[in-house]
């Protein structure tokens, strides 16, 4: 059974910065993509970044130059730096994975997602 765990959520300041991990775990051959979105309340679940297995990154733009991401592929974990943040950036941040894995006697592609992991910024 595949598994994500994120780690590394809290509060903090603005202007401040805070790193969220995240490991997957299960019967895997091959993570594709893997990133990183936020729910605020009351509005729509957004991307905020995404690298693909080669390393190729996207950003939202209301993150770039601010927020990195980057991922082990040895460890299968995926990382967001996350800095000069603002009171905008509290939201609810989840791991987002498309991988292979194995179920049901075969292997599958799909999206698997994270229990999330709250951010606040707040003075």
């Known amino acids: 059974q595949v598994q994500l765990v994120e780690s590394g959520g809290g509060l903090v300041q603005p202007g401040g910065s805070l790193r969220l991990s995240c490991g997957v775990s299960?019967?895997?051959?091959?993570?594709?993509?893997m990133g990183w979105y936020r729910q605020a309340p009351g509005k729509q679940r957004d991307l905020v970044a995404i690298?693909?297995?080669?390393?190729?990154?996207n950003y939202a733009d209301s993150v770039k130059g601010r927020f990195t991401i980057s991922r082990d592929n040895a460890k299968n974990t995926v990382h967001l730096q996350m800095n000069s943040l603002k009171p905008e950036d509290t939201a609810v941040y989840y791991c987002?994975?498309?991988?292979?894995?194995?179920?049901?006697?075969?292997?599958?592609?799909?999206?698997?997602w994270g229990q999330g992991t709250q951010v606040t910024v707040s003075s």
């Open positions: 299960g019967t895997i051959s091959r993570i594709n993509a």
């Open positions: 690298i693909t297995s080669d390393g190729t990154t």
């Open positions: 987002n994975a498309d991988l292979n894995a194995f179920r049901a006697g075969d292997w599958y592609r799909s999206d698997y």
